[in-house]
């Protein structure tokens, strides 16, 4: 058995820039993801650098996807090495007036699946002393969200979770790590209509790949928590000490639609 580097979410945005960051690493690499040409796509790149490389279509809100991702990495060859939770997505407007089944849907992929694959992996990790968890968060994480309810909610959990595992693998020579982005110029935004907010107009947008290069620098030295720049470290700082009323306001006023 081989090691491989397994990252969900490879098929667009901060997902598929960590692939490429960590295949310079020369392991191999599985891609798990919704868009099969974006990961065959992806797969052919990582391959014409000589770096093997696996393209899985998987719905992460399957309840049995953890159980075949693990099946498949046994039938070809591999175990999992490093863990890269990517995949996520969010549902933008008020909760009782959205979709309920796109609700729980974020949840079984932003916080079921994220904690499945990672209870899955993370014990073989540990018994070989090698080896880690990247699990992408978000400043969100610091503040309750109007209008993403469920999004915030689900980094909230991410966070909490990764710094309690990094606690508790101290000194085994593994390492997990929660990689915490603030707005970033990809996809996700216009996808679930947060770009057309005052949120998206006004937040300085960062770069996926230099996200991606920060995550994976933070992880190799071996950080609980990564946030790449310093205007989110702001922000979340900002989150944390000001009163949760005040910061509520501020969120549900980001989240109107710019022009209003």
Same mark, same amino acid.
């Given at each position: ?111 079921? #699946? ?6 899955? /992996?993370?014990?073989?990790?540990? %018994?070989?002393? !090698? =080896?880690?968890?990247?699990? &992408? ?15 915030? #909610? ?6 909490? /979770?990764?710094?309690?595992?990094? %606690?508790?693998? !101290? =000194?085994?020579?593994?390492? &997990? ?84």
């Amino acid at each position: 058995m081989k090691p491989a580097i397994v990252i969900t979410g490879a098929s667009s945005g901060i997902g598929r820039e960590l692939a490429r960051v960590a295949a310079r690493e020369g392991t191999a690499m599985v891609l798990i993801g919704t868009s099969q040409p974006d990961l065959d796509n992806l797969a052919a790149e990582l391959g014409r650098a000589d770096v093997p490389a696996q393209a899985w279509p998987v719905d992460l809100s399957e309840r049995d996807a953890g159980q075949r991702i693990e099946e498949k990495l046994t039938q070809t060859g591999v175990y999992c090495d490093v863990l890269v939770n990517c995949a996520g997505f969010g549902v933008f407007g008020p909760a009782a007036e959205t979709d309920r089944d796109q609700h729980l849907k974020l949840l079984d992929v932003n916080i079921r #699946a994220l904690t499945e694959l990672t209870l899955r /992996f993370l014990p073989g990790m540990i %018994a070989r002393h !090698r =080896g880690g968890v990247i699990n &992408v968060g978000s400043i969100t994480s610091s503040a309750p969200g109007p209008k993403m309810s469920t999004y915030f #909610a689900s980094k909230a959990y991410v966070g909490s /979770f990764t710094a309690a595992l990094a %606690a508790e693998v !101290r =000194g085994t020579g593994v390492t &997990v790590t929660c990689l915490c982005p603030g707005v970033v110029r990809t996809a996700f935004f216009e996808r679930c209509h947060v770009g057309k907010t005052w949120l998206f107009k006004l937040a300085p947008r960062g770069n996926a790949l230099a996200i991606a290069e920060a995550g994976w620098r933070g992880f190799r030295a071996g950080k609980r928590l990564v946030i790449p720049r310093l205007i989110d470290r702001i922000i979340v700082t900002g989150a944390t000490l000001l009163p949760k009323s005040l910061v509520l306001w501020l969120v549900a006023a980001l989240m109107r639609p710019a022009g209003d």
